[in-house]
């Protein structure tokens, strides 16, 4: 499980036109250079949901999460480092790139063994990122944010973007803000394991 956080992530433009009746379609950020400055940072994972089983329970995992996109000698590339508590477990990952196509405003994370695709969403705040996932015919939406709580017009927008999309409160996993995992093991708290790894992508 690489990136759960960031993708639980990643399709092409035109899967964001279903909707429900009633509903706006989802429109993609566009990917310039000022779109993926701002992106560069740290950001803490929210919460997502996914209609595919195993994405789901990977996401169940994840008690909190938060990721920092640093820029790469490539320039529609981004290095990634990502920190996650699964269960009592810290688990840092350093070992995944993001690489973006701008023409279809994608966003691919290559990780150890596999890729995932999704799409930043625009939205009325420049302090969330949203992420449309397509797993084969699944649906999913993730959210992080600058900070460690939404507010309620961040939520409540995410929570409309995922009930457009036809998305489920059963579907649905938000992550704790209590007990983040330090960035490197500190060896005097006992309260932390801290392990690198190389997860699979889920």
């Known amino acids: 499980m690489a990136l759960a956080c960031i993708a639980i992530i990643l399709g092409s433009a035109h899967l964001l036109t279903a909707k429900p009746l009633d509903c706006e379609p989802l429109a993609p950020e566009t990917m310039d250079n000022a779109t993926m400055t701002k992106l560069l940072g740290k950001w803490f994972?929210?919460?997502g949901a996914s209609q595919h089983p195993p994405t789901l329970q990977?996401?169940?995992?994840?008690?909190?999460?938060?990721?920092?996109?640093?820029?790469s000698s490539l320039q529609d590339e981004f290095l990634v480092t990502e920190v996650m508590k699964l269960?009592?477990?810290?688990?840092?990952?350093?070992?995944?790139?993001?690489?973006?196509?701008?023409?279809?405003?994608?966003?691919?994370?290559h990780g150890p063994n596999e890729s995932s695709v999704a799409q930043l969403i625009k939205s009325s705040s420049g302090d969330?990122?949203?992420?449309?996932?397509?797993d084969g015919t699944y649906k999913g939406l993730s959210i992080s944010a600058r900070t460690q709580n939404l507010t309620t017009e961040q939520l409540e927008e995410?929570?409309?973007q995922m009930a457009c999309l036809g998305l489920k409160e059963e579907e649905t996993v938000y992550t704790s803000v209590k007990d983040l995992c330090p960035m490197e093991e500190e060896t005097d708290d006992k309260k932390h394991s801290v392990e690198v790894v190389e997860p699979s992508l889920g």
Do not use: Q, W
Request: aromatic share 18%; glycine share 2%.
């Open 87 to 109: 269960k009592d477990k810290c688990v840092v990952n350093n070992s995944s790139y993001i690489s973006v196509i701008r023409d279809n405003f994608t966003m691919i994370l």
């Open 128 to 134: 969330t990122m949203t992420l449309y996932h397509i």
């Open 158 to 160: 995410f929570e409309t």
């Open 45 to 47: 994972y929210i919460g």
């Open 58 to 71: 990977e996401m169940k995992l994840i008690k909190n999460a938060y990721f920092f996109l640093y820029p």
